[in-house]
């Protein structure tokens, strides 16, 4: 039987909330303690927590004692854009602590969420592989470039086990745009659903790469209870699925709802997109851990068509 106990800082958001209602199911919920800044009503174990507060967030570790901690916490790319010294602090300040407090209490695994954002004008954008140059165009990116060598740095310092995943745009029904700039691949089948129409930041031809959650959650999983052996990185591994581009999104949504229509204006989202690869070469996660996505863009969409249809969201 599994003794894993674990924590997730962030649980709110996105990716921590789904995290954390899947790891609950796997590991029963006496084994999963979910914290956020502000309450969260899904879960069974939660506390709430600002990952900055070092004493509390000490004493919460001393009291729970987790064997592995998802580091979920942080600021996203727009609205680190508006307000980058918080993204910085919130963002670099929060995994720090994570890291010193997961070195004192001899944590076993840690988790930490990079981004395709930690690539920039010096990365070739067009299959964008592992190892070429970081150069962040945004504050968010910057953050989670420090974020990855910081992990690397306690590994090879302390011998602590870091593993992360370089997360592009997550799609999901279950959660509300949250601030990045992907976001609007979510917030786009809301809007139709509403209004019928979408005013999109983004140019029509801005391809990125994407993911379903499902997809997110189960890679997230997988490189977290791989081996220690098979782990080749620890700053964080390319991860990828799929992608398109709004023009090519909006059309799939047409073949569920042939009225929708979509109005590009991009805005200083763009600005950030144009630096982000189109695609994401994830031969090493493949190789190492066995990374294999299951959504296409096809699938997704008529996973998020369904789900609301089923939420009744979708009338």
Not at 13 to 23: A, D, R, S
Not at 170 to 190: K, L, N, R, V
Not at 248 to 264: G, H, N, S, T, V
């Amino acid at each position: 039987m599994n003794k894993d106990r674990i924590l997730i800082t962030g649980a709110g958001g996105q990716i921590g909330q789904e995290l954390g209602l899947v790891l609950e199911d796997k590991y029963g919920a006496d084994h999963v303690l979910t914290t956020d800044l502000k309450p969260v009503s899904c879960f069974a174990k939660f506390l709430t927590l600002d990952v900055l507060d070092y004493d509390r967030y000490e004493e919460m570790i001393k009291d729970f004692q987790p064997t592995v901690i998802y580091h979920m916490a942080g600021i996203l790319s727009a609205v680190g854009e508006r307000n980058p010294e918080l993204a910085w602090k919130v963002n670099t300040g929060g995994w720090i602590n994570t890291l010193n407090l997961a070195v004192k209490y001899q944590v076993d695994r840690v988790f930490f969420p990079s981004s395709i954002a930690v690539f920039g004008s010096g990365s070739p954008l067009d299959h964008t592989d592992q190892n070429v140059p970081l150069h962040p165009a945004t504050m968010y990116g910057i953050t989670k470039v420090a974020g990855e060598n910081l992990g690397q740095y306690y590994f090879q310092k302390h011998g602590l086990d870091v593993r992360g995943l370089r997360y592009p745009g997550i799609i999901s029904y279950q959660t509300a745009p949250g601030g990045g700039t992907t976001d609007y691949a979510i917030d786009i089948f809301h809007q139709i659903i509403h209004n019928g129409i979408y005013s999109c930041f983004l140019s029509r031809d801005r391809e990125l790469p994407m993911m379903y959650v499902e997809d997110a959650i189960r890679g997230t999983l997988e490189v977290m209870e791989a081996p220690r052996e098979d782990i080749g990185i620890h700053t964080a591994y390319n991860f990828g699925a799929m992608s398109f581009t709004p023009a090519e999104l909006i059309a799939e949504i047409k073949k569920y709802i042939p009225d929708a229509q979509m109005e590009c204006k991009p805005d200083f989202r763009d600005d950030i997109a144009k630096n982000w690869p189109n695609r994401i070469v994830d031969t090493q996660a493949r190789k190492d851990w066995g990374w294999q996505p299951e959504y296409t863009l096809a699938g997704m969409v008529q996973e998020m068509i369904t789900h609301l249809q089923d939420r009744n969201i979708l009338k």
